[in-house]
């Protein structure tokens, strides 16, 4: 089952680092930061955010409303191979040695710097921007190319090598236009589902579930389908 963390005015999670793979999805408000390896970055509604294994993190909120996002990790395969540790930083909020935007300005432009090695499997962009993302959706949206099962479905990516934004957790980001029904199909993953605008339905095994936005529903492979209805509307 999914997990959310709700942050209040003042509220700080002190820095730390893990082995686990961690992202997050901003479901309400504006403002509040995530820190990955000496770069801060502000998150906002839809934001699609990343923590890499090993990588010094914390998060605040110095705005004056709260701000809730989505959490994933990738710890049942990490405890399978026995590899899970946690380290905390000395201080509460790590220090800050590269400028907000750089991660995504250096690797996020269909160019790498020259000299760039990699470190890790996971993507060096930790914030893909909800509005970047949106606008890539409404450009392709024009040619009228809906996959029958899918619609517009993009897969945030590693631009180093092409492949996922993190080796462990596939996360795509997806369109429906107004009154498009896809196809049956078939899928074995288990899969968590965030809606962001809009309203509709799914249909599982004959069962109908309706969703709106902010709501989370997830499917575990043959365990049938859960929705949360979310309190944000």
Not at 109 to 138: C, H, Q, W
Not at 199 to 214: A, C, L, N, R, Y
Request: hydrophobic content about 35%; charged content about 25%; glycine content about 10%.
């Amino acid at each position: 089952m999914p997990g959310c963390s709700l942050f209040l005015p003042g509220e700080v999670a002190p820095a730390h680092k893990h082995s686990q793979s961690a992202l997050r999805f901003v479901l309400d408000g504006r403002g509040a930061h995530t820190s990955v390896d000496g770069e801060r970055t502000e998150m906002s509604f839809g934001d699609f955010v990343l923590t890499p294994p090993g990588a010094w993190h914390d998060h605040g909120n110095k705005t004056a409303e709260p701000m809730i996002w989505l959490d994933g990790l990738d710890v049942p395969m990490v405890s399978l191979f026995d590899a899970s540790f946690a380290e905390e930083h000395p201080k509460d909020e790590q220090p800050i040695y590269r400028a907000t935007g750089d991660a995504l300005a250096r690797y996020g432009a269909n160019m790498l710097p020259v000299d760039f090695a990699t470190r890790r499997k996971t993507s060096p962009i930790f914030n893909y921007p909800y509005e970047r993302s949106r606008g890539a959706l409404e450009q392709m949206r024009k040619q009228e190319e809906w996959d029958a099962c899918h619609g517009l479905k993009l897969r945030y990516v590693n631009p180093v090598d092409g492949g996922f934004a993190m080796p462990t957790i596939a996360a795509f980001l997806q369109l429906l236009p107004k009154a498009f029904s896809t196809s049956a199909y078939r899928a074995t993953d288990a899969t968590v589902f965030v809606v962001v605008e809009g309203s509709g339905s799914s249909t599982i095994d004959g069962q109908v579930f309706e969703w709106g936005p902010k709501d989370i529903s997830w499917r575990r492979a043959g365990n049938g389908f859960r929705t949360r209805r979310s309190p944000m509307r």
